[in-house]
């Protein structure tokens, strides 16, 4: 049974409340849970990444968690070194971050349980996706996490699928996706989620559409609240 300082952290993590969120917890709480809080409030403000570091690290590391966590890690890091750095400085360390983070994924999911290797098997297909571009490698595990997502009717993780499968469909089903995505987030109420469905979609309409404008004005005061980094162009 969830302790209620746990299901306190949960919904303020579901709002992009991550300190709130830790605080709540304590140190000594939910590890499983803290550190999964330490390292969304890392990618998602990109900060604290020495203390997600240290909240994975207190995780048993063979668990599939620990891996799965430890390659999110490694991946964001490869993420935002190559937005942010020179060719010189990263060389080294974005292929330390590549090969970690594949091999944690595929640890992860050879060990976890049905919806955890499915989470495996979704962010292996973003890894092969957005740093390898290799969308032949990423799309059988993006189809394999969805088919996971449905049949168990998560829809937060069905909208985290759908969002990375529409860039590589035709436009009407592409927005058509795009617009799922947000409107699963929305009705879960996962707020950083929705931010980042709106910027998204709105990426793909057309200038001059209205959607897009309106999309445009909603998005950015809630990023700017919740301090999203890589929505405002931010370190």
């Not at 299901?7 to 991550?18: K, N």
């Not at 993420?79 to 091999?103: K, M, S, V």
Request: glycine share 4%; with cysteine; net charge negative.
């Amino acid at each position: 049974m969830i302790s209620n300082d746990a299901y306190m952290a949960s919904r303020l993590h579901l709002l992009g409340e991550w300190d709130a969120a830790l605080a709540v917890l304590g140190p000594d709480a939910a590890p499983e849970l803290r550190a999964e809080i330490a390292v969304d409030r890392w990618f998602f403000r990109r900060q604290h990444h020495a203390e997600a570091e240290k909240a994975v690290a207190a995780l048993d590391p063979a668990s599939p968690t620990a891996q799965l966590l430890t390659g999110r890690l490694a991946y964001s890091r490869l993420l935002f070194r190559r937005r942010d750095t020179c060719a010189d400085d990263r060389a080294a360390a974005e292929a330390d971050d590549r090969a970690a983070a594949e091999a944690a994924y595929r640890a992860a999911a050879e060990d976890g349980d049905e919806i955890l290797s499915a989470w495996a098997e979704y962010h292996w297909a973003v890894l092969l996706d957005n740093i390898d571009e290799d969308a032949a490698g990423a799309l059988p595990r993006y189809e394999t996490a969805l088919e996971v997502a449905t049949k168990s009717g998560d829809g937060l993780f069905e909208s985290y699928i759908i969002r990375h499968l529409a860039p590589h469909k035709e436009p009407a089903e592409r927005l058509a996706m795009l617009r799922r995505s947000l409107h699963l987030r929305a009705a879960l109420g996962a707020r950083p989620q929705t931010i980042a469905a709106q910027a998204l979609l709105a990426e793909y309409l057309p200038e001059g559409d209205p959607e897009r404008a309106e999309l445009l004005r909603i998005f950015r005061p809630g990023a700017e609240e919740l301090h999203i980094a890589w929505l405002l162009f931010e370190d």
